[in-house]
């Protein structure tokens, strides 16, 4: 058993730390840029990115002035040119633009992009060895294999901002790594951890939005809610701590205090604990090896009375089963699982698609496309693709059927 992630420990920094954030304009980008503004004698900006949210994009970059602002929406490109005019900030789109703001001089970059679509962007600063703040979980769980081997060879540094991650990067001692027996993920349950199958036949993309604990974007909300968001955390963290699926373990935890834990061989079990607020992770991936300070509302155990504990239901959330046969089957599995997720979460969120029938369409789309070997990326563009379009195909299926 190997630490797949053996962060390379950066001088203390003397002056302040060059930041891009990839995504800027989304929750956890939000969430970063507010922690960088509380302390602008800390950091600098090099680049922001966005998909389409020009307008949020230009007053950011207004505001932080960083060198470079890219659009990944082409369209939008003369809107942030004008917005920009006069503020020496140079306005950017398309994919190629996006994979150039990785790839420019920072010491850090947050990947804060949702989806496959952060995958070349964050690929771009593995492979010039930046210190990689690692939201964008899914270009782990569809590229694994391949970022990992990447992120060796170019000595880059991954530094977890999924909170469970985050939490096991925190009190996991690396050269004590070979004596972790297991890792315990934790699981606020999403909005329908009590829902029978019948009551969550009927959720409406606003319901499903809403999480109990957590402010996010839409896709990882929708996540939470059919526990996919574990599933694929499950296959994050296999590959960022290097352990095999069975030494992953998921418990519920609604209350989202205790993040996730780490179990050593002579029994003793360390958690991180805090409030469900993304700022503390980011902040200690913003800021590591040191510390800074993040505004996040303090643990107040005693207020809180009660942390409980349950098994997942493996019936109520069938997305939990997946990822852990995807994980087993290996090679291209978890890249079907991950590009039919992305349009079966898009088609509910447009309201084509029926909540459960999101586990079902991947599913079919698990069972449709073999298990290949991934041996390079064009096979997983290749891979994506695939699962993607038969995705497309079977929730325009399921919308037929009305
Ligand atoms: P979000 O939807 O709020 O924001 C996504 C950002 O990516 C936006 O800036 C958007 O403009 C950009 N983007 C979207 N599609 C793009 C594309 N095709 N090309 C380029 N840019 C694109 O998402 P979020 O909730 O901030 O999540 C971001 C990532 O962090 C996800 O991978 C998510 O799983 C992970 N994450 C989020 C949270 C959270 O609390 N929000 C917690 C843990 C992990
Ligand atoms: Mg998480």
Same mark, same amino acid.
């Given at each position: ?33 507010? $922690?960088?503004?509380? &302390?602008? !004698? @800390?950091? *600098?900006?090099?680049? %922001? #990115? =966005? ?120 009190? $996991?001692?690396?050269? &004590?790594? !070979? @004596?972790? *027996?297991?890792?315990? %993920? #934790? =699981? ?133 089963? %997946? ?80």
């Amino acid at each position: 058993m190997t630490l797949a992630i053996q962060p390379v420990r950066p001088e203390p920094a003397t002056a302040p730390r060059r930041l891009t954030i990839l995504g800027s304009t989304g929750s956890v980008g939000c969430s970063t840029i507010d $922690l960088i503004e509380r &302390q602008p !004698e @800390a950091f *600098e900006i090099e680049a %922001l #990115t =966005a998909n389409s949210s020009v307008r949020e994009l230009a007053e950011q970059a207004r505001r932080l002035r960083p060198n470079l602002a890219v659009i990944a929406d082409e369209t939008c490109y003369g809107e942030l040119k004008e917005a920009l005019a006069g503020t020496g900030v140079t306005a950017a789109a398309g994919a190629e633009a996006l994979i150039e703001a990785a790839a420019r001089p920072s010491d850090w970059v947050m990947a804060a992009i949702v989806g496959a679509a952060g995958l070349a962007p964050t690929l771009a600063a593995v492979r010039r060895g930046a210190a990689i703040a690692l939201a964008n979980k899914e270009t782990l769980v569809c590229a694994g294999a391949l970022m990992v081997a990447e992120i060796a060879r170019h000595g880059a540094t991954i530094l977890p901002v999924d909170s469970e991650h985050n939490a096991i990067f925190q009190v $996991l001692e690396p050269e &004590q790594h !070979e @004596a972790v *027996e297991r890792i315990i %993920l #934790t =699981a606020s349950g999403g909005p329908f951890r009590s829902h029978s199958r019948e009551a969550m036949a009927e959720v409406t993309p606003a319901q499903a939005v809403a999480h109990p604990n957590w402010d996010m974007g839409a896709k990882i909300s929708v996540d939470s809610a059919t526990m996919m968001n574990k599933g694929l955390e499950l296959i994050e963290a296999h590959h960022l701590f290097g352990l095999s699926e069975a030494q992953i373990e998921i418990l519920v935890h609604p209350q989202s205090v205790i993040h996730s834990m780490v179990a050593y061989v002579d029994g003793s079990v360390l958690a991180q604990l805090g409030q469900p607020d993304m700022r503390t992770p980011i902040a200690y991936a913003l800021a590591w090896p040191e510390r800074m300070a993040a505004p996040v509302e303090r643990l107040d155990l005693g207020a809180i009375g009660q942390l409980t504990f349950e098994a997942p239901d493996p019936v109520r959330f069938p997305a939990l089963r %997946l990822a852990r046969e995807a994980l087993r089957a290996g090679g291209g599995a978890p890249t079907v699982l991950n590009a039919a997720n992305e349009v079966a979460v898009e088609e509910f969120l447009r309201g084509r698609t029926s909540f459960l029938s999101i586990a079902d369409i991947v599913e079919h789309v698990l069972e449709a496309i073999p298990a290949k070997p991934l041996d390079c990326l064009e096979d997983v563009h290749q891979i994506d693709k695939e699962a993607r379009a038969l995705a497309r195909r079977l929730t325009n299926g399921t919308a037929d059927k009305g």
